[in-house]
């Protein structure tokens, strides 16, 4: 569990994106909720990432396909940010969530300190757990050197609320986090991993659209390795995702330094586990901590 400044704590998150902008998932996860085998409030929600104005991306409602894929173990996707922009989620999403409860992080994307700023004069009123900046997003072309992240970030800042930064594989991950201290609360690692890192001999079958990025199973060597760079170097506390699909999963993550936990493609593939897991984890660590 990780304990953010504004006293609130935070232990497994969705994934960005993983249940849509606002906790309720996406359309043929909402019988599953109905059910009660999906429930959002089991998590924090990182809503799906949000830019200050809309984006086109590649996701067509009528065909998201287009640009997401199965693949054994996981999912390939190049969505690109595709969203309608801040203003809409705080007209429609936010009292929405309010209403319903759930705990919120926001996802944000900006391309400059000046978008970073007016996001965060946006996000300032709000009631929420924190801010998420996404620096990774492996779908768009984005500038990853270490000043240019920390410039957006300490613009971030100046929403008031907490800050967590989810950083790539594919990037400078641990200078990032190095030079967050002091400004972000959490790093989060990892985004998903671009197609030809994980797969560099095969061609991605979204070739067309960049590539694509690899989540879930693929990428689990990928996270483990991000986790144990990142606590050797660093204080801030880690959140990690990707690929955490069991118990043993979570458990080696714990065991390299993270304290807290996202679940993203689980929710696609399998919408019912996600709280089995988690319920699985809490009776775990109250058994072990009454043994003590
Ligand atoms: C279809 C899809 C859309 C995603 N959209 C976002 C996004 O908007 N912002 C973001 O930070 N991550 C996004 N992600 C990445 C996930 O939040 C997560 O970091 C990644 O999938 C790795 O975790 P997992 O293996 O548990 O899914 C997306 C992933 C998928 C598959």
């Known amino acids: 569990m990780i304990r953010l400044s504004n006293g609130e704590s935070v232990e497994f998150l969705t994934g960005s994106g993983a249940l849509g902008f606002d906790g309720r998932g996406w359309w043929w996860e909402y019988p599953l909720r109905w059910l009660g085998l999906l429930d959002p409030h089991g998590f924090t929600i990182v809503v799906k990432t949000l830019t ?13 396909w287009r640009c997401v894929r199965l693949i054994p173990g996981g999912t390939l996707n190049a969505v690109g940010l595709t969203n309608p922009g801040i203003e809409w989620w705080i007209r429609v999403c936010y009292p929405r969530m309010q209403r319903m409860r ?14 970073a700023e007016q996001l965060a004069r946006l ?55 190095q030079a967050l201290e002091g400004v972000a609360e959490a790093i989060h690692a990892i985004n998903a991993v671009p197609w030809r890192l994980v797969f560099p001999d095969t061609p991605s079958p979204l070739a067309h659209l960049g590539g694509g990025a690899v989540s879930g199973a693929p990428i689990r060597r990928f996270v483990r390795e991000a986790v144990a760079q990142l606590r050797r170097a660093t204080r801030l506390p880690i959140i990690a995702g990707g690929g955490i699909c069991t118990l043993h999963d979570i458990e080696e993550l714990w065991a390299l330094g993270a304290r ?7 929710f696609l593939r399998a919408p019912w586990l996600p709280n089995r897991l988690v319920r699985q984890w809490r009776q775990r660590t109250t058994v072990s901590s009454s043994v003590m």
């Open 52 to 64: 200050l104005r809309p984006r086109k991306g590649n996701l067509r409602w009528y065909a998201p």
């Open 102 to 115: 759930l705990q919120t992080i926001v996802s944000v994307y900006a391309d400059s300190v000046g978008e």
């Open 123 to 177: 996000l300032a009123p709000l009631r929420i757990t924190a801010v998420e900046l996404n620096a990774s997003c492996p779908n768009v072309p984005h500038d990853s050197a270490v000043p240019h992240v920390v410039g957006i970030a300490q613009a971030l800042q100046q929403a008031g609320h907490p800050l967590i930064v989810k950083v790539g594989y594919d990037q400078p991950y641990v200078e990032i986090a």
């Open 260 to 266: 807290a936990f996202s679940i993203g493609v689980l």
